[in-house]
């Protein structure tokens, strides 16, 4: 019988973890572009090529799985999503949560183990991290049932943020349960959509989570779990396997 987590922290690295590499096919787009990408991974154990494939199609990134094609998304979408964006966009409400999606190979990336630095250390390598937050708060909307649990290690960032405000109101408007956790520096009004778990230490202060979870199996579920580890450095990975995110929505549940 497997021993309870007895941290978010374990979850991290618990999984099957497979090697992973990216590589962009036939790129016409400009090189820096393609730096982009490097740049973003550089830090990562996913590794970032180059490929001439005749007869294929141009500026293609396919993810591959111990060397097998698992996904593919256009280097377009890449560039829309995470590659010429930065965190404003989603802390300023500029993408709408509707317009927000998440390219193939980001998702197949789920149960790999990431070690991101915030600024000034990287500009981009908290992107990812930042994108998934809010597709799966996206997919909670969406699907209108079950619970989303969502720390921000500071509570007042619901209200200094005018995009992630606009998004827990739009959540509200559903019948998803909601449930927020952070440092209670700032309290929700009365009208907030949610139920707020509050704390000064622990996880409270040092976790980043997001998890979309419902026993409706047409629902799409997911989690993403990281943890502060130094000066603004996460480790983290996502996850959409259902036992994975019941997991995590249990262990939340239970310990804060």
């Known amino acids: 019988m497997t021993d309870p987590p007895d941290s978010l922290a374990s979850f991290i690295g618990s999984g099957e973890v497979t ?51 698992v996904a593919t998304s256009p280097l377009k979408a890449l560039e829309d999503e995470i590659l010429l964006v930065n965190s404003d966009l989603y802390v300023t409400g500029a993408k709408a949560l509707e317009d927000v999606s998440l390219p193939a190979v980001f998702e197949g990336l789920e149960e790999t183990p990431f070690r991101v630095r915030g600024y000034p250390a990287s500009n ?81 202060r040092s976790s980043w989570f997001v998890v979309h979870h419902a026993d409706d199996e047409d629902a799409r579920t997911a989690a993403l779990i990281a943890e502060h580890v130094g000066n603004d450095e996460w480790e983290a990975l996502w996850t959409f396997q259902h036992d994975r995110v019941s997991a995590v929505n249990r262990y939340v549940e239970r310990a804060l």
């Not at 790129?27 to 970032?48: G, K, N, W």
């Not at 969502?150 to 739009?170: A, C, I």
């Open 19 to 69: 090697h992973r590499s990216l590589a962009v096919v036939n790129r016409t787009r400009p090189q820096p572009i393609h730096d982009m990408l490097e740049e973003l991974f550089a830090q990562q154990t996913v590794s970032v090529e180059e490929l001439d494939v005749p007869d294929s199609e141009e500026n293609l990134v396919v993810l591959l799985e111990e060397g097998d094609v």
């Open 124 to 204: 981009s390598e908290k992107l990812p991290l930042i994108m998934m937050s809010r597709y799966i708060e996206k997919l909670a909307w969406e699907d209108g049932v079950g619970c989303l649990r969502s720390s921000f290690q500071r509570l007042s960032r619901l209200d200094d943020e005018r995009g992630t405000r606009k998004v827990y109101r739009k959540l509200g408007s559903t019948d998803v349960d909601v449930h927020v956790y952070g440092v209670p520096d700032w309290i929700p009004p009365k009208p907030f959509p949610g139920v707020v778990h509050a704390g000064y230490f622990g996880e409270f």
